[in-house]
């Protein structure tokens, strides 16, 4: 129980900030740009050629080793790599940037890899649900003067519902598992000031030093938050009542209750 009581003294909350501040970075911009993506590549007016070719090409990022991504991007953005050095050459800079000295410029580089690596898998996934949906829905949908905005909002979204539940909820424990990027970009400091210092980050310091309890007592921590976060998508993204019956039966038994008051 002490090492459960010390981690609620220490700088626990500080890392898990910042480990959803990551996440955020990488994740809003991924599920945007998949649903976009998906709802592109499966609409069949637009007509788009060489669909296999654009599959393969955003997928690919995904199939690269995260400590090679994270090796190659500290590589290219540090003071005297090659994005400082076309900037200059081309006059943009008059001196280089810190990118990895900045609070901004580090995390933005994290959450833009993690963007990177996992787009393409998401888009796929979606793409997959979106597939899935009847062609006559999309069709009656037509028939009765629906546009694309409302089609995408109204059809598509309510219908692959599950498959955007199991998206982030992945996501969800996936961020809380943030490891190799910001370990290998940082050289495990969570520099500048520990702004990027992630919660597995903080427990693999505890290994090092071969404190076992408070390592193993931080995992209990983890998976009782995962959970806590799994359950509330859950509930939020689960339908329960997908044409309302339940609903109505709800608000007419209300109303019948009222009338017998009266």
């Known amino acids: 129980m002490k090492n459960y009581i010390s981690l609620l003294k220490s700088d626990m909350f500080l890392y898990g900030k910042n480990t959803l501040i990551l996440w955020l970075i990488g994740f809003v911009p991924q599920i945007v740009v998949a649903l976009v993506l998906a709802s592109w590549f499966t609409d069949l007016r637009m007509k788009i050629h060489g669909k296999q070719f654009f599959k393969v090409v955003i997928y690919l990022p995904n199939l690269i080793m995260a400590s090679a991504f ?31 000295g900045s609070v901004l410029g580090t995390r933005g580089l994290i959450g833009f890899m993690n963007f990177m690596m996992w787009f393409g898998n998401t888009t796929i996934m979606l793409m997959a649900a979106v597939m899935g949906v009847s062609v006559e829905v ?22 692959i519902r599950p498959i955007l539940a199991y998206t982030l909820i992945t996501s969800i424990i ?16 969570g520099n500048p000031d520990r702004t990027s210092m992630t919660l ?26 995962s959970g806590i976060l799994c359950f509330f998508v859950y ?20 109303e019948e209750r009222r009338r017998a008051r009266s």
């Open 70 to 100: 994270a090796l190659l991007f500290f590589t290219m953005f540090s003071t005297n790599g090659p994005v400082n050095s076309i900037l200059l050459s081309l006059g943009v800079l008059k001196a280089p940037i810190d990118f990895l």
């Open 138 to 159: 999309y069709e009656a949908a037509d028939l009765d003067g629906c546009n694309g905005i409302q089609r995408f909002f109204y059809i598509t979204l309510p219908m």
């Open 174 to 189: 996936g961020g809380l598992q943030m490891f190799d990027v910001p370990q290998i970009l940082t050289n495990g400091q």
């Open 200 to 225: 597995i980050m903080f427990l693999n310091s505890h290994l090092k030093s071969k404190n076992y309890g408070m390592a193993g007592s931080l995992s209990v921590y983890l998976f009782i938050v």
């Open 235 to 254: 509930r939020m993204t689960n339908d329960n009542d997908p044409d309302g019956s339940k609903k109505a039966a709800k608000k007419r038994a209300k």
